[in-house]
Nanobody
Framework: QVQLVESGGGLAQAGDSLRLSCTIS????????LAWFRQAPGKEREFLGR????????VHADSVMGRFTISKDNAKNSVYLQMNSLKPEDTAVYYC????????????RGQGTQVTVSS
């Protein structure tokens, strides 16, 4: 069973930066890619981007392009979400998710970490 644990959330002011971390608990040989999502109260889940585990192909959603960057450290089994120029509308629960090679859905996700941005 793949386990993912996010950290790094908290309170921020508009314009601040935060870096979220996602650590994967198991051997990653079967993992294809990891994604970051967020969900604000009353809103649908929003895809933010993804990164492949072997290689470093990244995809970022248009809504956060230029402000958010996904990266990884294979040696630490970790993926990061660097968030710059935060806005109050970035307030949400952020979580990472992964899928194994051949899976269509991101079937494994962490518990999430709250990010709250004040104006």
């Amino acid at each position: 069973q793949v386990q993912l644990v996010e950290s790094g959330g908290g309170l921020a002011q508009a314009g601040d930066s935060l870096r979220l971390s996602c650590t994967i608990s198991e051997r990653t040989f079967s993992i294809y890619d990891l994604a970051w999502f967020r969900q604000a109260p009353g809103k649908e889940r929003e895809f933010l981007g993804r990164i492949t585990w072997s290689g470093s192909t990244t995809v970022h959603a248009d809504s956060v392009m230029g402000r958010f960057t996904i990266s990884k450290d294979n040696a630490k089994n970790s993926v990061y979400l660097q968030m710059n120029s935060l806005k109050p509308e970035d307030t949400a629960v952020y979580y990472c998710a992964t899928r194994r090679s051949g899976d269509r859905q991101f079937g494994y996700r962490g518990q999430g970490t709250q990010v709250t941005v004040s104006s």
